[in-house]
Each structure stands twice: as C-alpha cells, then as structure tokens.
C-alpha cells in the first residue's frame, strides 16, 4: 500500500540551528501539507503545497519556516533558525484532492527535539 | 478563531461494548469532516469521512453529521482493546486546512 514517507524520525539539534524535514508523498498525490503537534497538543496545521506554490499557510509558519519540492518526489520543510518551541512532532501528509474533498494521508512524522 | 471541540476523556468502555464520541465546531462554513484514529506516538490515520448530514456506516464504526446544530459524533461498534487510542475530530471549511480537535483517549477494557 502506497505511504508518506518521512526522515528522519528523530532529529536533536541545538538552538539557533537550520534543520531539515524531509517526505516523499504518495507519488500520485498532488496536494502536500506540513502539520506539527506539540507533546499533549492538538495537531497544527503549518502550510499547503499546490502546483509548486504554497496555497495556504498558519500564522505558525512565519519567515523561519520554507517549504520546496526541490525534484518532483520530495517535500522538504525548512526551519531556518530553531527555538525550543518548536520541538514537536512535524507530520507530512498529502492527498489526490484539495483537502476539503479529499482525505490526507499522514506520513509517520519527525520528531524535532531543540535543545 | 475557529475552533473543533472534543471532550479529552478518557472515555472508559468495557470490551464489546459502544463507545460513542462528540464534537462540535465552530465554523459554520466547514464543508468536511473526518474522524482520525492516533495511537501514542503515531501518526493520525483516517477512519472516517463524512460531507452531509446523516450517518454514514463503515464496518464497526458510524459518523454522524448535523451541521445545524454544528455536531459531529463516532459510534465505535463492538469496541475491541485494539480500539484504544485517542480519536481526532477534524473539519475542513473551503480550502485544504484541516483543523483539528485536541482528542478524545479511548480505553476499551478486556
């Protein structure tokens, strides 16, 4: 069965430092998100990614946060400067559809822990 | 601020029996509505969708949708021990954001 694939599933890194997420979707899918959860919290969302754009983004993902599908198969989300804040788990999902007609898929997530 | 709401339970159920979920949303525009099933430490993975109102059947599990009174709920049938996990209301409105509910945590007891 087809799934999001996402690494690393663990990632230590110090404050202040650039880190990398990485996923590669469903290969037919079209519509790819980024969501976070916060230990004990509800799942965010964080930002959308349609025909190499973004299509919506959270007040979350503010200038620290990119997003690029650098080569057709990979979703990559970039924090560019790490707080504690944002450790979390950060999942990568996508769908054939937009996400109100269609049903996300969740990849297994990525646990960023900032220290 | 649009917001779902879910009772964070736990919702304690003997096996076999029905366990039965609510949550209601703020947003009188949302269009979609899903229920996603978490196991501790997992990833969210869908059960359910549901677009109108009415109940909608899968196996074990039912939704139901009244988008007048803003509610949404999930009967889980038969309820195994496997079921124990935290379960996800999440609502679209138009648009690709889903929001979520904080869960409600499952317990089926053998």
């Known amino acids: 069965e087809p799934e999001v694939t996402q690494t690393p599933s663990h990632q230590v890194t110090q404050m202040g430092q650039e880190v990398i997420l990485r996923c590669v979707p469903i290969s037919n899918h079209l519509y790819f998100y980024w969501y976070r959860q916060i230990l004990g919290q509800k799942v965010e969302f964080l930002v959308s990614?349609?025909?190499?754009?973004?299509?919506?983004k959270s007040e979350i993902f503010d200038d620290q946060f990119s997003v690029e599908r650098p080569d057709g198969s990979n979703f990559t989300l970039k924090i560019r400067s790490t707080k504690l804040e944002d450790s979390a788990m950060y999942f990568c999902?996508?769908?054939?559809?937009?996400?109100?007609?269609?049903?996300?898929?969740f990849g297994e997530g990525s646990r960023l822990t900032v220290l | 601020q649009k917001e779902v709401e879910q009772n964070s339970g736990p919702l304690s159920v003997p096996e076999g029996a029905i366990a039965s979920l609510n949550c209601t949303y703020s947003?009188?525009?949302?269009?979609?509505f899903f229920w996603y099933r978490q196991y501790s430490g997992k990833s969210p993975e869908l059960i359910m969708s549901i677009y109108s109102n009415g109940d909608k059947e899968d196996g074990r599990f039912t939704a139901q949708l009244n988008k007048a009174s803003q509610y949404v709920s999930l009967l889980i049938r038969d309820s195994q021990p496997s079921d124990s996990a935290t379960y996800l209301c999440?609502?679209?409105?138009?648009?690709?954001?889903?929001?979520f509910g904080g869960g409600t945590r499952v317990l089926v007891k053998p």
């Open positions: 990614f349609y025909n190499n754009e973004i299509s919506e």
């Open positions: 999902a996508s769908s054939t559809q937009r996400g109100d007609t269609g049903e996300l898929f």
């Open positions: 999440a609502v679209t409105a138009a648009g690709n954001k889903l929001t």
């Open positions: 947003d009188r525009g949302s269009q979609s």
